[in-house]
């Protein structure tokens, strides 16, 4: 087992992690904005443009790629353990999206609520859905972000069994096809009414009941080796 830390660490890095995400979200966002603006010959008014997307589909892939390896770059720099990078990951994802949104809001008035549709990853197919759920991903990944790494940097054990390891990866493949099952029609212009909300509620409280039970285990409860 790893050496106790010093909690103060925690709030340190915390706070340097945190600092880091709000940036990427406020440059995430001025990228998509200039991205727009050039389309529609200097007015954007959404996140995404059906007529544009032909053009700029291999920009929008590189620079979604390219936030990924910054974001696992992070977490990497963060954290001393696997675990802990993912954790620190999580964090950085979290708030990455959501400063995203606060972003373009700001620059544009967009979205105008949180049940406008945006278009959420393109890779490796497009990902849809309405604002606030993505929102609700990125806070659950931002709070349980730090509360793993504030336990695994104070030196304590999380101990993931198999059926939570398995629960949270099926939870998170729900709320993945929950976003992918309306693509082609919103993409294409067609009705608004989301038909994967039950997935992706199905998938979040799968993975949050998961996660939460490993989080709230005490050392002592984890099984001997």
């Known amino acids: 087992m790893l050496p106790p830390r010093d909690p103060r660490a925690f709030r340190s890095v915390a706070i340097a992690v945190v600092a880091l995400a709000i940036a990427m979200g406020y440059l995430e966002g001025a990228v998509v904005v200039y991205l727009r603006a050039a389309v529609d010959a200097g007015t954007a008014t959404s996140a995404f443009d059906p007529v544009a997307f032909g053009t700029f589909e291999a920009i929008e892939i590189a620079r979604e790629l390219a936030t990924l390896v ?124 989301w038909t994967g909300w039950p997935l992706f509620w199905a998938g979040m409280a799968l993975a949050l009941v998961a996660t939460t039970t490993a989080l709230r285990r005490r050392a002592g409860d984890a099984p001997s080796s």
């Open 70 to 193: 910054m974001i696992g770059a992070v977490g990497w720099l963060a954290g001393s353990t696997r675990l802990e990078r993912l954790a620190w990951a999580a964090v950085v994802f979290g708030v990455w999206d959501i400063l995203y949104y606060v972003a373009l809001r700001l620059a544009i008035g967009w979205p105008a609520s949180l049940v406008d549709w945006d278009v959420l990853f393109l890779v490796p197919v497009p990902w849809v859905g309405p604002v606030w759920a993505p929102i609700i991903v990125s806070l659950a990944l931002t709070g349980c972000g730090l509360l793993a790494a504030r336990r695994l940097r104070s030196g304590a054990v999380i101990v993931l069994r198999p059926a939570e390891v398995v629960a949270t990866l099926a939870g998170g493949a729900l709320v993945v096809v929950g976003f992918l099952v309306d693509a082609d029609r919103v993409i294409d212009g067609g009705p608004a009414p």
